[in-house]
T-cell receptor
Framework: AQSVTQPDIHITVSEGASLELRCNYS??????LFWYVQSPGQGLQLLLK??????LVQGIKGFEAEFKRSQSSFNLRKPSVHWSDAAEYFC????????????FGGGTRLMVKP | EPEVTQTPSHQVTQMGQEVILRCVPI?????FYWYRQILGQKVEFLVS????????KSEIFDDQFSVERPDGSNFTLKIRSTKLEDSAMYFC??????????FGPGTRLTVT
């Protein structure tokens, strides 16, 4: 069965500092990988996705993520965090077939200090 | 930019009552999904729907749940007899044939 682990439940960074959110997955084949962000009271917004090709993917709001097959990881990074980035971040994995149900990690809540 | 919409944003119901959560997916999308997120827990897949039938469902999606696409635009989730443990945020999502899922803002269901 597929699973996603986000080891950090809470992370606090200072505004302007760099950020890395960890995501490890367990899946039998090459998965589709996603990062979503959820602001308080809001739905899930897609930050970026990996389907195939270049393992470093760029997303919205200055985020990027790198797929590392050997480590079964898909960590999210941002070079300089803004106060508006405070939110909950979810990594998700889905099969590369038509059904594409997503399995989510437990989420990482990001807090940004001024 | 087109978006998935959901109504109501918050639904309060008594245990044992039926509820219907409504979603309007993005108009040219073909696959539709329901997920739920119990407070403090992971987002969990419930069901996927394609070509007017369920294509995949989780063990959570038991006989108390049903989905329907009653017309060309709406996608509904019905819970026949709600339980306290059904209290959660319910998210609708949709996508085209091959692509990412777009999520709605969610409906918070509170069962008392």
């Amino acid at each position: 069965a597929q699973s996603v682990t986000q080891p950090d439940i809470h992370i606090t960074v200072s505004e302007g500092a760099s950020l890395e959110l960890r995501c490890n997955y367990s899946y039998g084949a090459t998965p589709y990988l996603f990062w979503y962000v959820q602001s308080p009271g809001q739905g899930l917004q897609l930050l970026l996705k990996y389907f195939s090709g270049d393992t470093l993917v760029q997303g919205i709001k200055g985020f990027e993520a790198e797929f590392k097959r050997s480590q079964s990881s898909f960590n999210l990074r941002k070079p300089s965090v803004h106060w508006s980035d405070a939110a909950e971040y979810f990594c998700a994995v889905g099969p590369n077939n038509a059904g594409n149900m997503l399995t989510f990690g437990g989420g990482t809540r990001l807090m940004v200090k001024p | 930019e087109p978006e998935v919409t959901q109504t109501p944003s918050h639904q309060v119901t008594q245990m044992g009552q039926e509820v219907i959560l409504r979603c309007v997916p993005i108009s040219n999308h073909l696959y539709f999904y329901w997920y739920r997120q119990i407070l403090g827990q992971k987002v969990e897949f419930l069901v996927s729907f394609y070509n007017n039938e369920i294509s995949e469902k989780s063990e959570i999606f038991d006989d108390q749940f049903s989905v329907e696409r009653p017309d060309g635009s709406n996608f509904t989730l019905k819970i026949r007899s709600t339980k306290l443990e059904d209290s959660a945020m319910y998210f609708c999502a949709s996508r085209i044939i091959r692509g990412e899922q777009y999520f709605g803002p969610g409906t918070r269901l509170t069962v008392t």
